[in-house]
C-alpha cells in the first residue's frame, strides 16, 4: 500500500475545476474573464483546464502567434491561485491549415476525403499536421512551461476515429512488416487461403473498408488495423509529447480517455501517458435504473484506474445536463455530489467538468457548465458544484491513496475487436461489454473492490500474484502467455471463473484447433463442443443448488472432461448436460458458466466465491440493492465511501454502525486500516 | 373586410380542375384528347393545368421548339370554355441539357454531383439554366400569352432541395457579404471561437456538409445556409418570372408550396408571388384519426392563405389513393368532397387535382386520377369529382371572400431551423410542428378562426392589431423587433400565450445571455432556469384550475417573477414549483405553459382564453371533437363550413337551428353578416 | 414418367459430400489431407466439391499457374472414391488482376468504383476478366479433362450483384437496341413523356441509380436493366462455359442458385445449364415455426427443379448453424437428415454440404461444417452426416426418378422485379414471394405435388397440357403469351386461380387501359375497379360458405360481370361486394380471390379445389399440420417421403398403414405405381 504524489506536485489537494474557454469571451473580457474568477473560487474550483480547441485564436495565420490573450488568462489564474491544465490545440485545426494543406483531412474507410469542419478530423501521418503540431506545442512550452499556473499538460482532446489515406496506407504496410517475418507468414496468420485472398506482394494490402465497397472479410486484417491505429495514436502522442517532454519535464502529460471506447487499446496507449484521465458522461435517470447506471461508471472508473494502477483524473463531467444524449435530462437534486464522490471513491484525485461556463453558440451551447448563460451563482447547478467543492476540500487526505483489489476482472480491446466482428452466434450483438460489467457488478453490489485488467497485463509476470479471483467473461481470444500466466495462477490457488466463447481465437482472429477452449482447456477441464444461440425470447434454465436460474442467448454445449459439473442445463435437447462446472487443479479452482445468465445467477455465484476465498469488502455488511462501497487507503487510514444509486433511500447496518443513505446519498467514513 | 378579384379576372367561379398531360397521349391523341374534353365537361372542370413537365416535349433538341401540340391542346380547352394553368417548364429538364452541360446537375451535400434523373434536380446558380430558362419562357409568353385560354402562369413545380457545387458556394458567400459586415461579425455571430472554427477568410466558408464528412456545428452557419437556399428560389423565381411579366403582366404567377416543408421559408418566397398556391395530401385514414388529420391540413390551409392574407390555389390534390404513401389507401365515400369543401373554408378559391388522367408509366402511374385507365366516367372517383364539380357551381359567391381571424398562432421556419438543429433537450425531436398544430386545433375545434404567422410578420408594423390572442408556442428564437412587437400587443390589451422553450436564442442562433426567455423575460415575468427532458414513457403534470393535466416530454424550471402563479407541477423534484403563469402587463396578460402537454389541457385553457376575450366563433355552439366550423365572408354575407371528420355522424346544435353532419359529411350555410 | 441418367453417369448413387478447400490447409497438407479421406468415407461421402475460390492458389502471380497441389487433391480423391465436382475459379479473383487492370473492379449505382475485396465483385463485361477467366478454365480443362475424379464443372460461385461502369452502359445500350426497334418505341413502351424524360438519344440512356443520384423513376428502365443484368449472367456463363464445353463434352456444367435470389431471372439463366444445382440454407428454429420454414424450403427445391423439370443438385446446404444468419442456431436433433431428404423428395438426386472442414480464419470460419475445428468424427454434427450418408446410401433407386405434378404455382422474376418497384398499394410491401408460397403451403400439406413455373413457361406451347390446377397469386404483369395460354388452359378444362392485384402492367410495367385485369378480364369474368390498401393492423373478412376468413393488406373492389360471386366482403363500405368469384368458360373454371387472405381460407378453398380436380396426393390420406409427404417415381415404382416439420411427433393414417413419424422424424415408403 503506497501513497502516491499529487498529481500536480504543488497542489496537495483534489483537484476541482473543468475546461474553460476565455477565447470564446474575448469581446466581453473585460467583463468576464474577471467575473469567472469571482464565480471560480465562489465554487471551490482550484484548477481550470486551457487552450483545448484553441489553435485558431493562438495562431490565427499559419506562422502568426497570438499568445497575448491567453498570458492575461494564466496572469488571471495564477493571481486567483488555480492551477492550469494546459492544453495543446490539436483536437482541431483551423481553417487556414485544411485550405493550404489539403493532405491534413482525414480519408474515410469508402476512400473519400473529408471536407474541413468537424473536430478530430485530420490525418496522423501527415508531415505537414506533424510539422505544424510540432511548432505550436513548442511554442507553448516555451512560452508558459515556466509559467506559474501550469500544472498539468492536457495533449489534444478526445483522440478518435482512423483514417485512410495513402500516407496512412504505406504506414500500415510498414506496421505489418513489424508484426510479420514475410508475407507468408501473414498470408498464413491470415487464413487469406479463403476466397483467394492471398496476398502476392506487400503492396497489395488495403487497409479494409465497408462491406462490398471493399475488403471486410478478413478477420485478421482488421483486427490488425485496429493495432494500427492504436499505434498511429501512440505514435503521434509522443510526437507531439517530444517538445514538452524536452522544455517542461516535470509537468505530467495526459490525454482525456473516453472509458471503453472502441477505437483505441487504451491499455496500450496508457504505457506512454504520465497520468491517465478520462471524460466520464453516464446517463442518469433519476429511477432505478440508475443503479445499473451505477454499477457501468463505476467499472470505468475502475478500467482507467487499472491501466496504470494509480490515481487518475476525471478531466470531464457534467455538472448537469449531456447535451448529446437524445434526451438531455437533467441531474436530480444530490446526482452531482454523488458521480464527483464516486469517481473520488474509484480512484480519481481530480473532480472535473466540461465545462466552466457555457458557450453562446455552436453544437455544445446547451451542455451542462458550471456558469450557465444567465451568468450567476443563483443557479440550482453552481450550487451543486459548489458543494462539491466543499466536500473535496475536506478529503485532502484521500490524495495519492490507493485502490487495492482482491479482484480482476478482465475486458480487453483486442478481444472486442474480434467479437465485434464475428461471423456467427449473434454476430455484431455478443454483448461482450455489458456482459462484463454484468459480472462486475456483482462485485460491486458486496462492496468488493475490483481491478479491470486485460490479456496483456494477466501475461504480464507477476501480477495476477495480486489477486484471489480472476474473471474472464467471454475470454474470446487467448493472446500469447495469457493461457499459461492463467494456469499458472490456478495452479498456485487462484480461483479463475471463465465462460461460454471461451478460447475460440488466437491473437490473429484465427481459430484454434482440437477443441475449444483451446489452450485452457486443461485449466478448465472441459470440451466445448459447440455453442446456441438463442432467438431474443428464448429462454433456458441452468439448475445449480435447487434454483433454476435463467440462461439466454448464448449456450454451450460442453463436456466435463477432469471438471466436476455443479450445474446442468434445464432445457431443450441439451437438457441435463453439464452448464456450471469446477476443475480443481494444483492449488486452485477454475470454473466454468456455460451460458449468458441473469444477474440473479451472478450474485449468488460470486457471493459464494467471495466468501470462499476471502476476498475482502469494504463493509462487513451485506450492502442492499443499488449501493455499494468503495475504499481508498494509505495503508493506514481507509477511507470507505459509500454510495447509494437509489430514488430511495438505503441503509447500511456494518460492524461500524448504522448508516443511513438519503435518496442519490454519499457517506465518507475514515477508518484505521487493519 | 373586402371581397378579392377572382385570381383569373375574367372566371367569377371557383376553379376545379387539375394537372393535366396531353403530352403523355399523343400517340392516340386523336381519340384521347377529345375524349379528355368530353370527360373534364362532364366532371364540372373548368381548369386545367397544363405544361409541368413539358420541356423535353417542347424543346426536344437544344433550340428546336415543337409548340404544335400545345397550341392543339390550348385551342381545344379554349374551345371547351377550359382556363389553362399553364406552366413553365423547369420543374426537369430534358436529358439533353445535362450532357451537354454538367454544370446544371446538382451537388449534394456530399458533394458529389447527381446524375441526371428524377426532377428538381438542377443548380440554380448555374448560368446555362437560367439561360435556357429565359429562352422557354419567353417563347412560352410569346407564343400564349395572347391564348383566350391562358389564364394563370405556374412557374416550375414544388421549388425544393439545395445545391452546394462551387458556382452556389460562391453566391452563398457573396450572401454572407451581404448580411455581415465584416468576417469579425460573423464569427462573433456564429461563435466560431469554439472548437477552433473562426474564419480567417471569406474564401474558408464552405456550406454546412454531413457528419464527419465537414462542417455541421456551426450552427450559424446551418441557419443561414437555409437562409441563402430560400433566396436562391426567391431569385430564380423572380428570374424565370422576368418574361413572364414583361409580356403579361396581367396574367398572375404563382408556384406550387407544399405546406410546411422544410427548406424554404415561404413566408419570404410568398412576398414575390402573385397568388399563393399549394398542394395539399392528408393522410386519411377513413377512422377516427382523421379529425386529427382533418385539423392538421386544416392548419396547412391557414398557413397558406396567412402568407399573403387572401385566398389561395389548392393546386394539387388526390381525388383518391396517394401513390407515394406507403399504404395507400382509398379515400372513402365522401371524403372526397369533404377535403375539397375544406379547402375553400379555410380560403382556397380553387380544388385541382393531381391529376385529371391516370399515366400509364413511371413512378405516379397509379396515383389517383379523375379519369382512371379504365377510362371511362363509370368509377366510383369519376362520380366523386363530378359531385365536388356540382357543388362548387353553387358556391359563387365564395369567390374572393375574406376569412377573419382573431386569433394568430405563429410557425417560423427560421425557428424551425435552428430547433431542428438543436443539440439539448430533445435534439431534432422537439416536436415544433406537432406541437404548434396541437394548439392550433383547440381553436379549431372551437370553430375559432386562425391565422398563422411568423415572426416576421409579427414585426411588421400594425400586423398584430387585428389580433385578441396571440400564441406562439416554443418561441425559442426571437427575430429582431419580435420582442418589441409581443410586449407592446400585450401592453395594448392584447392575450400572449408563450411556452418552454421560449427565447432561448437570437436570429443567429446563439443563446440570450441574462436568463431565458431572454428579451421577452419581463413580458412574460418568468425567468427559466432549466429544461428537464423526459424519455417517452415518463409523465410528469401541471395541477391547474382543479384538475391534474398531463405533462410529458420537456418540463421547464421557472421562477415566477412579477408573473402570478396559476398551475404547478404534479411531480418529480420540481413539484409545487410553477407550472403555468399569467404576467398582468399593460392593458394585457401574458401567459407562460411551462411543460408540453395532451390535447385535454389546451381545449380547456383555450376555451377559457376564447371565452376572456370574446374571439369570435364561426358558429354560437359547443361542437362536437372532430368537428370544426370555418366563415368565409364579404363583410355581408357569411359562408359558414361545417365539416365533420369523424367516421360517425355528428350534430351541431347552433342558435340558428341543429345542424345533422353524416359520417365525413359538410354543410354550407349562407348568413347575413351581424 | 422417365428415369433421368445419373448426374455423373459413372456415379449410380445419390451424390453426398460438399465444398472442400485442401488449399486453406497446405501448411499441414501431408497430415490433414490424408485425414480428411478417412473423415469423408466414415461419413459415407462420395463427391467433394474443389477449386471454388482457389484462383490465387493456381495462379499466384500472373500467367504462372501451380497446378501440383490440386493434382495431388484429385488424385487422392480418385484413389478413394470420390467424385469431384471441380470449379472455375471465378467466384474471386486475386489480388494481382485488380492491381493491374482496374476495369476488372464493379462499379456501384452510385458509379463509385469498388476496391479489390470481398468476392463476386468483378464485371462481367470487362475484356480483361473475360480473357483471364478463359485463360484458366482451359488449363482447367486441359489438366483434368480426363481425370477419372473429374465428375462435374461447378462454374464460378453464386453468380449475383451488377455494374454500372462505362463498358456496361454501353453494352446496355447494345441490350436495348436489340428489344426496341427504335427509340420512339423505347420512349412509348417506358412512357418516358413524363417528367421530361423523352430520351433523345441512345447515347443519354444510363442504368438506373439511387433516388435523387440518378434515374429511378422510369420502371421500365428498371425493369428492363434487371433483364440485361440477366443476361450478362448467361453471356458470361457461357463465354466460361466454352472452354469447357469444347475439350470436356460428356461432364455436365453447372453454377449454383440461391432460390429466389432477385438479381437473375433463373427461368432464363437455366436455360443453358446443363444441370441445375442451389445453394439451400433454411433459417430452423427447433420451434413449431419450422412448419412454415419446411414449405418454404420445399417451394425452393420445386421452384429449382421445375427449372428444367429434372432432378438437381443440392449443391450446399448446412450441416449445423449457417454462421451469417444473425442468431447462428445449432440444428435440433434429426433436423439435419429431415433437410437432406427433404431436397431428395422434391427432386435433389445430391446432398452437399458447404462444407467439409471448417477453415480457420475468415468470414466464415464459424460456419457449420462436417469436420469442426476439434477435428474428430466424435461430433454430434459429424454423426448426423454419417447417418445421412448411410441413408442415401440406400436410395440408389431414386437416382433419376420423376416428380410428377398435377398443379402449377407461378412465380416470376420480371413480375416481381415490377412489384418490388411499384409506387402504389404497398410500394415495396406488396408480399409477393410470400403470398406466392402461402398458396404454395396449402397444397404442401395435403401432399399435393406442385410445379412452380413462369410466364415464359405458362407461354411455352403445350407446357400447361399437365396440370389440373393452375394458380397465379397476384400476377400483376401479363408477359407476351400468357394471357392466351392462361384462358385456353380454362377453356380447355383447366381450374384456374387469380388474385387481386391481377392483369395491371405489360411487359414494359405499362398499365393496361380498358379496366384491370386488363387481357384476363374475360378469363375471369371480373372488373377490378380499385383496391384498396389496408393498414398493418386493419382487418376485413370474406364470407364464403358460412365462415368469415380474415382478409388483410390488398382488399380489391371488384365488379363480377360474367363471374359468379362466391364469397363477399364482411366490413368496410364495400361490405357485400364480391371477394371470391368463378367464371365458367369453355370446359374449365376461373377463380379469382380479391383481396390476401390467411392460410385457413387458402386451406380451406384448395382443398376444394384438390377434391374438385382429382389433384393427385401423395398418401390418400389428411396430413397433419407440418407434415408433407412427396413422391419420386420411376413410373413402376414410387418413393414416397414422409416429413414432419414439427418438433412434437405425428401421424398418418393412410390406406396403406399407420405411419408414425418421430419429432423432425421421416419415413421413405416405398411402393408400386397404379
Ligand atoms: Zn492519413
Ligand atoms: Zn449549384
Ligand atoms: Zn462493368
Redesign the pocket.
Same mark, same amino acid.
Request: hydrophobic share 20%; with cysteine.
Given at each position: 500500500m503506497v501513497r502516491h504524489a499529487p498529481i500536480v506536485a504543488s497542489v496537495p489537494h483534489l483537484l476541482h475545476g473543468g475546461d474553460y474557454n476565455p477565447d470564446q469571451w474575448r469581446a466581453t473580457k473585460d467583463a468576464t474573464w474577471k467575473e469567472d474568477m469571482r464565480l471560480a473560487r465562489l465554487a471551490g474550483i482550484n484548477t481550470l483546464s486551457v487552450g483545448i480547441f484553441s489553435w485558431a485564436a493562438l495562431e490565427p495565420e499559419e506562422g502568426r502567434y497570438e499568445f497575448g490573450w491567453l498570458d492575461e488568462v494564466l496572469d488571471l489564474m495564477a493571481e486567483n491561485g488555480i492551477t492550469a491544465v494546459l492544453a495543446t490545440p490539436t483536437g482541431a485545426r483551423p481553417g487556414w491549415m485544411s485550405r493550404a494543406y489539403p493532405?491534413v483531412l #482525414?480519408?474515410n474507410r469508402d476512400r473519400t476525403r473529408n471536407l474541413h469542419g468537424g473536430r478530430h478530423n %485530420? =490525418? *496522423?501521418?501527415?508531415p505537414v499536421y506533424r510539422e505544424k503540431t510540432t511548432a505550436i506545442n513548442t511554442a507553448l512550452a516555451e512560452r508558459y512551461g515556466d509559467h506559474p499556473a501550469l500544472g498539468v499538460w492536457h495533449l489534444s482532446n478526445e483522440y478518435g476515429g482512423e =483514417? %485512410?489515406?495513402? *500516407? =496512412?496506407?504505406e #504506414?500500415f504496410r510498414e506496421h505489418l512488416k513489424g508484426r510479420f517475418a514475410s508475407l507468408a507468414e501473414l498470408n498464413e496468420a491470415w487464413w487469406t487461403a479463403f476466397w483467394a485472398k492471398t496476398y502476392a506482394d506487400w503492396s497489395h494490402i488495403e487497409s479494409p473498408s465497408e462491406h462490398w465497397r471493399g475488403e471486410q472479410d478478413i478477420h485478421g486484417l482488421n483486427l490488425e488495423w485496429m493495432r494500427f491505429t492504436t499505434e498511429q495514436f501512440v505514435d503521434f502522442y509522443l510526437h507531439e509529447s517530444a517538445p514538452l517532454k524536452a522544455l517542461t519535464p516535470d509537468v505530467p502529460r495526459t490525454t482525456n480517455l473516453m472509458g471503453t471506447y472502441p477505437g483505441i487499446d487504451y491499455f496500450r496507449l496508457a504505457q506512454v501517458l504520465d497520468v491517465v484521465s478520462w471524460d466520464s458522461y453516464p446517463e442518469w435517470t433519476g429511477t432505478e435504473k440508475d443503479a445499473e447506471r451505477g454499477a457501468r461508471a463505476s467499472f470505468l472508473h475502475d478500467l482507467t484506474r487499472s491501466l496504470k494502477s494509480r490515481p487518475f483524473m476525471l478531466m470531464e463531467s457534467s455538472p448537469s445536463a449531456t447535451n448529446w444524449r437524445p434526451v438531455a435530462k437533467l441531474h436530480r437534486p444530490s446526482v452531482h455530489l454523488l458521480q464527483s464522490l464516486q469517481a473520488v471513491a474509484h480512484g480519481s484525485d481530480t473532480v472535473q467538468y466540461f465545462q466552466f461556463r457555457k458557450g453562446r453558440g455552436g453544437s455544445e451551447k446547451f451542455h451542462g457548465a458550471v456558469v450557465d448563460h444567465e451568468g450567476t451563482e443563483h443557479t440550482r447547478v453552481f450550487k451543486d458544484v459548489a458543494e462539491v467543492g466543499e466536500r473535496l476540500a475536506a478529503l485532502d487526505g484521500v490524495v495519492g491513496t490507493d485502490t487495492p483489489a482482491d479482484v480482476a476482472v478482465v475486458y480487453d480491446w483486442h478481444l472486442r475487436w474480434a467479437l465485434d466482428d464475428v461471423k456467427g452466434m449473434l454476430q455484431g450483438a455478443t454483448g461482450y461489454e455489458a456482459t462484463v460489467i454484468e459480472h462486475y457488478r456483482a462485485f460491486w453490489e458486496q462492496g468488493v473492490a475490483t481491478d479491470v485488467i486485460d490479456s496483456s497485463l494477466i501475461a504480464e509476470p507477476g501480477r495476477l500474484d495480486r489477486y484471489k479471483i480472476l474473471v474472464a467473461p467471454m475470454l474470446y481470444m487467448l493472446r500469447p502467455g495469457a493461457a499459461e500466466a492463467i494456469d499458472a495462477f490456478v495452479q498456485r490457488g487462484g480461483t479463475f471463473v471463465a465462460t461460454y466463447a471461451t478460447g475460440y481465437v488466437d491473437e490473429h482472429d484465427r481459430t484454434f484447433l482440437g477443441g475449444f477452449p483451446g489452450p485452457l482447456r486443461p485449466t478448465l477441464g472441459v470440451w466445448a463442443e459447440e455453442i446456441d444461440a438463442l432467438y431474443p425470447d428464448d429462454r433456458n434454465a441452468i439448475d445449480w443448488d435447487g434454483t433454476a436460474y435463467e440462461a439466454r442467448e448464448l449456450c454451450e454445449l460442453i463436456h466435463a472432461e477432469t471438471a466436476e459439473t455443479l450445474g446442468t442445463y434445464g432445457a431443450d435437447f441439451y437438457a441435463g448436460r453439464p452448464a456450471l462446472t469446477v476443475n480443481r487443479r494444483g492449488d486452485g479452482s477454475a470454473y466454468f458458466i456455460a451460458a449468458r445468465t441473469g444477474a440473479d445467477f451472478l450474485a449468488d455465484f460470486y457471493a459464494r466465491l467471495v466468501a470462499d476465498t476471502g476476498a475482502e469488502r469494504a463493509l462487513d455488511a451485506d450492502l442492499p440493492p443499488g449501493v455499494t462501497a468503495q475504499v481508498r487507503t494509505d495503508g493506514t487510514t481507509d477511507y470507505v465511501f459509500a454510495l447509494n444509486f437509489n430514488p430511495t433511500a438505503a441503509r447500511i447496518d456494518h460492524p461500524g454502525g448504522v448508516l443511513d443513505l438519503a435518496p442519490f446519498g454519499t457517506a465518507v467514513i475514515e477508518r484505521p486500516r487493519t
Open positions: 493532405e #482525414r480519408v %485530420h =490525418c *496522423l501521418s501527415s =483514417c %485512410h489515406c495513402d *500516407l =496512412c496506407q #504506414r
